[in-house]
């Protein structure tokens, strides 16, 4: 299982921009990028994802680097209710399972 | 609430007890997904079900583990002759199942297994 690279923490503070980013050197040409979070207590939840292009929603935009190599999340104005786990998965061709990793730890202090 | 349900939502058992959890999906996804994650962890696939058809399991369900979706709606995970080791929370998710791009997973909150 081709699992993603991202930092174990970061942290950030209210009302700020916060980059999530992502390494995924062995993506290939058909593999999508999902982001999923997961706050205490609570199952994972879907953010955004993509294939090449950058995407938007009302959540968070996702910004993929040209070789697709690596991405980066990016929620415009963090708030309290943002701190959670931010999982970056790749999806390989045809498999609908999502493979995790350990995620990045966000912290947002008020 | 049309949400992804679990029940239970906590299980406590001894070790060599036989367990059973439920997930029923949001009511049109043909899709399910079960998936286990210990602390500290993220999630880990265990199989799914298309429909009724269970189309992919992980090499992590060991024979003690089996799955049904007998109609194709709500599913249960069996774990016979519990270990120690499969402490962990249970997570159910569900998808739509259409072609395309992205087949969005709606997780519901797990059931937290502890084997005494």
């Known amino acids: 299982d081709a699992k993603t690279t991202q930092p174990n923490s970061m942290e950030s503070n209210e009302e700020e921009p916060v980059h999530l980013p992502c390494n995924h050197s062995?993506?290939?040409?058909?593999?999508?990028i999902h982001w999923y979070r997961q706050l205490p207590s609570q199952g994972p939840e879907y953010v955004i994802h993509g294939l090449t292009s950058n995407v938007n929603n009302r959540m968070a935009s996702l910004a993929i680097a040209e070789d697709r190599k690596s991405s980066t999340l990016i929620l415009h104005r963090a708030t309290l209710r943002d701190a959670a786990v931010y999982y970056c998965i790749r999806s390989q061709g045809g498999s609908e399972k999502l493979v995790f990793g350990k995620g990045t730890k966000l912290t947002v202090n008020p | 609430d049309t949400g992804v349900s679990q029940n239970p939502r906590h299980k406590i058992t001894k070790r060599g007890q036989n367990v059973t959890f439920r997930c029923d999906p949001i009511s049109e996804h043909n899709r399910l997904y079960w998936y286990r994650q210990t602390l500290g962890q993220g999630p880990e696939f265990l199989t799914y079900f298309q429909n009724e058809a269970q189309l992919e399991k992980s090499r992590l369900l060991s024979d003690r583990f089996s799955a049904e979706r007998p109609k194709g709606s709500f599913s249960t995970l069996e774990i016979q002759r519990t270990e120690q080791g499969d402490s962990a929370m249970y997570l159910c998710?569900?998808?739509?199942?259409?072609?395309?791009?992205?087949?969005?997973?709606?997780f519901g909150p797990g059931t937290r297994l502890t084997v005494l």
């Open positions: 998710a569900s998808s739509l199942g259409a072609s395309g791009t992205n087949n969005e997973q709606f």
């Open positions: 062995t993506i290939s040409g058909t593999d999508y």
